[in-house]
């Protein structure tokens, strides 16, 4: 496979570096049959067909205190499609258009839920991760406890 480039530090690529805190990530490329399927899945319902695709999937394991600050991953390193899989807890991920910072839009991150960010979604608005304290959906709380997302990134053209 041709990946271009190896990775000292992910956060160099996706989203600037400080923008996540209270956490710890790796990346992988080969995964056991199960996953592989639900990958699989993924990757049909997220990319359009014959869209070259980051070949590492990125595991990032928030800690419960831990958030992701507004940021827009990489346009160099990354493509127009951005696919997550939240596990072991919901979230709040909030979505800021980078030309208006009072609008925004909130999304309910159910555990188990797959979120996808594409074309103007994933390049004009910025995305986050709320803090526990922050995390409201519709005036209901929302606890965050730890979470892992596994997200899938397709190449810029
Ligand atoms: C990222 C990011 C979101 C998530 O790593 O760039 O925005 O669902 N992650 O964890
Ligand atoms: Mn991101």
């Not at 067909?49 to 419960?64: Q, R």
Request: hydrophobic letters at 35%; one cysteine or more; proline letters at 7%.
């Amino acid at each position: 496979m041709d990946i271009p480039y190896c990775i000292p530090n992910l956060h160099h690529y996706f989203p600037p570096t400080q923008a996540i805190h209270g956490y710890r990530e790796t990346e992988r490329l080969q995964w056991g049959a199960a996953s592989e399927n639900i990958l699989r899945r993924v990757r049909t319902v997220a990319f359009p067909e014959g869209s070259p695709l980051l070949g590492p999937v990125h595991v990032l394991d928030l800690d419960k205190k831990g958030y992701i600050k507004p940021h827009i991953d990489s346009v160099k390193f990354c493509g127009s499609t951005i696919a997550g899989l939240s596990l072991l807890s919901d979230s709040i991920m909030r979505l800021v258009p980078e030309n208006n910072t009072t609008d925004r839009v909130d999304l309910l991150l159910s555990r188990r839920s797959l979120y996808i960010l594409r074309d103007d979604a994933r390049f004009k608005f910025t995305h986050e991760i709320l803090k526990d304290e922050e995390s409201f959906f519709s005036g209901q709380k929302v606890p965050r406890h730890r979470r892992i997302s596994v997200i899938c990134r397709n190449l810029p053209m």
